[in-house]
Every structure is written in structure tokens, then in C-alpha cells.
């Protein structure tokens, strides 16, 4: 399991790396800490989770894209991230996952995926 990057395609999707609830920790609050770069992880490749759209607006059953290249006009998106709009060859569509609404006030959005 690794991070997107450049080059990467829908086909290099494992799943995503997710945190198991309930899970309690005395050092690091949700959001707050990076992932650790080895050992065991929890990696969803079905089902549905919460993720920050960081470009576009998502609606009902639309497409889920993944960017990989960074692009300065859209400075809040970095790679890996979750998108509602296409940007050229900057991100790719992720097959089997879509939004199942609109994003919250603060660019929340849920999204059904199968990756198996």
C-alpha cells in the first residue's frame, strides 16, 4: 500500500487507508497526525467513508476523481486527493466509486465504492 502518485492510474488503487473506529489514542487526535510509512494499515476496498473534496462540487451519483499531478490553479488540491471535477490529465476517474450527495458547509462528502 502506498500514497498516489504521478503516473498512477485507476489500476494502481489498492483501496484507501482508513482509520478503524472506534479507536482511541492518547497521542494523536483524528486528522491531526500523518499516517505511519510502514507496518500494519486498515486499507477499505468496499464500502462507503467520508472524504474531503478539495475541487469541484459533488451531486448524486456523480464520478469520483483522484488527483495525481499537482496544478497551481487549484491550490487546495494535492496528490491523492479525493475531487468532484475532472482536470485534464491531472486526475483519473476512480471505476466502481461516486458520491452518494452534496458536499457540507466545510467541503464534506460521502462516496459508495467497489474496488474489488
Do not use: H, Q, W
Request: aromatic share 8%; net charge negative; proline share 7%.
Amino acid at each position: 500500500v502506498r500514497p498516489i502518485g504521478a503516473g498512477d492510474t485507476a489500476a494502481s488503487v489498492y483501496g484507501f487507508l482508513v482509520r478503524p473506529f472506534p479507536i482511541e489514542s492518547g497521542t494523536t487526535a483524528l486528522g491531526t497526525a500523518t499516517p505511519p510509512t510502514s507496518g500494519a494499515c486498515d486499507v477499505a476496498k468496499l464500502g462507503y467513508m467520508t472524504v474531503k473534496v478539495t475541487n469541484g462540487t459533488p451531486a448524486k451519483n456523480s464520478a469520483v476523481y483522484i488527483r495525481t499531478v499537482l496544478n497551481g490553479a487549484i491550490p487546495a488540491g494535492l496528490v491523492g486527493d479525493v475531487e468532484a471535477v475532472a482536470d485534464g490529465t491531472n486526475t483519473f476517474v476512480l471505476p466502481g466509486a461516486y458520491f452518494t450527495g452534496a458536499a457540507d458547509a466545510n467541503g464534506n462528502s460521502e462516496i459508495a465504492f467497489n474496488l474489488i
